[in-house]
């Protein structure tokens, strides 16, 4: 009895190892400019909740960064679910004011949040603010 079971698992596992990978289908995310230091800047525009679910999971660079926006202020928290980057966030209030700057750690999923309610959320790579010397109270400024 036992032969018979071992080798039904022996072939599920042949036809597994066999399986292609999943694909994970690619996003297209729009561009926008930003007024940051003194510096315009583009980066990609997460203005939908489809948008801002994906953020930048499964993106190997965030060279060109990621500005989340929301329609209106709100509580945001963000994760690194399927984000193998090491990324600063600058969270930005309704007055369009760095509120703060914090950290998110590659593919750790344990929730961020911004300290209140925040109008957008602008993702770069770890250490992009504090080479420029953008703090905490600099506005951005969203150039359409």
């Given amino acids: 009895m036992k032969k018979p079971i071992l080798a039904l698992l022996l072939s599920m596992l042949a036809v597994n190892a066999c399986a292609e990978p999943q694909q994970i289908p690619q996003v297209t995310f729009p561009t926008a400019n930003i007024l940051i230091a003194g510096m315009q800047r583009q ?4 203005d939908t909740p489809a948008l801002r679910e994906r953020g930048l999971m ?3 660079c965030a060279d060109k960064g990621m500005l989340l926006l929301y329609p209106e202020p709100r509580l945001i928290s963000l994760w ?5 980057l090491a990324l600063d966030v600058a969270f930005i209030d309704p007055q369009w004011r ?3 700057i914090k950290q998110l750690h590659p593919l750790d999923e344990t929730p961020v949040s911004a300290p209140s309610a925040a ?3 602008l993702e770069m790579p770890r250490g992009w603010f504090a080479e420029r010397n953008i703090e905490v109270g600099q506005t951005l400024t969203l150039i359409r």
């Fill in 43 to 46: 980066v990609q525009l997460a």
């Fill in 58 to 60: 499964f993106q190997q």
């Fill in 80 to 84: 690194m679910r399927n984000t193998d």
């Fill in 98 to 100: 760095i509120m703060a």
């Fill in 119 to 121: 109008l957008a959320a």
